[in-house]
């Protein structure tokens, strides 16, 4: 446990300080004890490394959703751009949205791809 010590100020010092650089300086001190009197978590050898890797894995998932949302709406993007293309018979639009479709397709199956490969 931390001592917590109490500072006095004294009177002549903050005559020269306005009311904004007082409150900053109130702030900083704040946030410094704040960070200061957080508790340490120690981990006990062992007891496994899940409480370690938990947070990893659960970051791992999160980016993989995203991943597979953004590849979702890329997908329906260049579906329509490829059917708009193929309307107006743009060769050029719609060889630039099937390559938007391929890429769409791979970000929102790269789940599937990942729980395969064991990642």
Known sequence: MRK???VTTN???TKGL?????????????GYMAVNAMPITVFAAGTGT?????PLENLKTLVIAVIGAVGVIIL?????????????????TMNSALKGIV????????STVLTFLGF
């Open 4 to 6: 917590m010590e109490t």
């Open 11 to 13: 009177k002549k010092n």
């Open 18 to 30: 306005s009311k904004a650089k007082r409150a900053v300086a109130a702030a900083f001190g704040a």
């Open 50 to 54: 899940s409480a370690i890797t938990q």
């Open 76 to 92: 329906a993007k260049n579906v329509m751009e490829f059917a708009q293309a193929y309307q107006q018979q743009d060769s050029s």
């Open 103 to 110: 890429a769409g397709v791979m970000m929102a199956g790269i």
